[in-house]
């Protein structure tokens, strides 16, 4: 029913910047809330950004000053700006919306995820 297609990832030195985007297609009522976290093998996908449909942002302590999110709701569509790219920031990305398909109940979406590397 819905389709969260991200780009953007890749390979960058660290001190490099990087964009994601992440478009949402198929039956979609309202976007609640837009988001991205990222998981390294082994560990739990943990929210690095998040913007809510009132326009409020949350961000993860550990990118807060160099990650930004920002939308563009008429396209479905939202993206992570992130700059100062650490070794550290290496994992694979995903996006994730929370989404109403009518009045009704909301639901949660995932990306396919992209790989973000970063070298030292």
């Known amino acids: 029913q819905v389709q969260l297609v991200e780009s953007g990832g890749g390979l960058v030195q660290g001190g490099g910047s990087l964009r994601l985007s992440c478009a949402a297609s198929?039956?979609?009522?309202?976007?609640?809330?837009m988001g991205w976290y990222r998981q390294i093998p082994g560990k739990q996908r943990e929210l690095v950004a998040r913007i809510i449909s009132g326009g409020n942002t949350n961000y993860a302590d550990s990118v807060k000053g160099r990650f930004t999110i920002s939308r563009d709701n008429a396209k479905n569509t939202w993206y992570l700006q992130m700059n100062s790219l650490e070794p550290e920031d290496t994992a694979v990305y995903f996006c994730?919306?929370?989404?109403?398909?009518?009045?009704?109940?909301?639901?949660?979406?995932w990306g396919q995820g992209t790989q973000v590397t970063v070298s030292s």
């Open positions: 198929g039956r979609i009522f309202k976007i609640n809330v």
């Open positions: 994730c919306a929370d989404l109403q398909h009518d009045l009704g109940a909301q639901f949660r979406y």
